[in-house]
């Protein structure tokens, strides 16, 4: 079984930036540009795997310049290293990046890469689904609505709905009145789309209750309400998920849960109906103990990225192909992103990806020169 498979034989780490379509503003602030840091490895095989880490220094409060640090300092010690057992591996490296989970999802990612690459099989083929799931090859990502005026939101979902997608993420959360109007847009310019709300804890509990029966006069009941109330407000959550489940809204903790540890508590606690998993809150392997507690716990689930290239996005991708238990897809941060660190070979226009013909590993060589 822990036979030894490769060794690793350079490791180096890249800071790469790229501009922006639009700022991606949330209620708690923005991105202006994607600025990642890369983890680049090579094996004695010749064979290379990448990884990434996407810091959001305004949710997360790691910083580029740390995570480019810590991952420099991992590398370093991997090198000469063999890879065998990747889990066993990875678990012995973890302590390096404690309080740097985007950190950590890099330095899993690049492992991953190189040891599906020299095995010749895609990633997703690591993954096991949980209990009661199947491996799913194709789905389709939801497309954000940045927070801004209401000109924005109409023709963001105008222009979105012609490509093709079907579920808006409506970012609300800084004005509520204006909120309102937004996603009301929204609505008629796609009316058969499915709406998802992501207040970033822009709301109390009561302020967002408010909001949710304002809107149902207005005939728009969402499918979703994402982490209404601040982080640490649990109480407020809970009656969020209460009141809106008698309405049939699911509500998904995201900011308020990023790890097992925290998973396990929500659900103990009926806190959320849903939870909003992201390798740079957990990590990857995190991730998938996530994805597999909360599946079992018949919790609802979504993978979701901070501003992620398409190297940190396909491997998401090869992540909810391989597990199968996500019914929210929220992907979408390479069309935010210009240049070639946006194109995934398996992501379409329309936001749609299909892994169903995928080759060896990610399948994404990240442009870092
Ligand atoms: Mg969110």
Known sequence: MAEALVTIREAEVVVATAPLVTPFRIATGQHDR???????????????????????????????????????????????RTVSDLPELVEEFSPCFTGNHAGLAAFEAALLDIYSRTRGIPLHALFSPPPGCSPRY????????????????ERA????????????????????????????????????????LDANMGFTADAMLAF???????????????????????EGL??????????????????????????????ASHTVSAI???????????????????????????????????????TAAHFAAGMGCFDFIDLDTTFFISGPFAHSPYLDAGGRFNLAAAGPGIGVAPPLG
């Open 34 to 80: 994607m600025e990642n840091v890369f983890l680049r490895l090579k094996a004695d095989n010749g064979i290379y795997g990448y990884g990434e880490a996407a810091v959001a220094s305004h949710i997360t409060g790691e910083t580029v310049t740390g995570t480019r640090d810590t991952l420099q300092a991992a590398a370093d010690r991997l090198v000469g």
């Open 138 to 153: 194709s789905f389709q990502s939801d497309i954000t609505i940045v927070i801004g005026s209401l000109e924005e939101a």
């Open 157 to 196: 979902a105008q222009r979105y709905a012609a490509q093709g997608f079907t579920t808006f993420k409506i970012k609300i959360g800084r004005d509520h009145e204006l909120d309102l109007v937004r996603v009301r847009a929204v609505r008629r310019a796609a009316p058969d789309s499915s709406l998802i």
């Open 212 to 234: 949710l029966r304002r809107l149902e006069g207005m005939g728009i009941r969402p499918a979703l309400v994402e982490q209404p109330v601040p982080k640490a407000d649990w």
């Open 238 to 267: 809970a009656m969020v998920t209460r009141e809106a489940a008698r309405s049939g809204i699911l509500v998904c903790a995201d900011e308020s849960v990023g790890s097992l540890a925290e998973a396990e508590r929500a659900i």
């Open 276 to 314: 909003n998993i992201k390798f740079m809150k957990s990590g990857i392997a995190e991730a998938a103990r996530i994805a597999r507690f909360a599946s079992v716990h018949g919790i609802r689930l979504m993978l979701g990225a901070m501003m992620e290239s398409s190297l940190a996005i396909t």
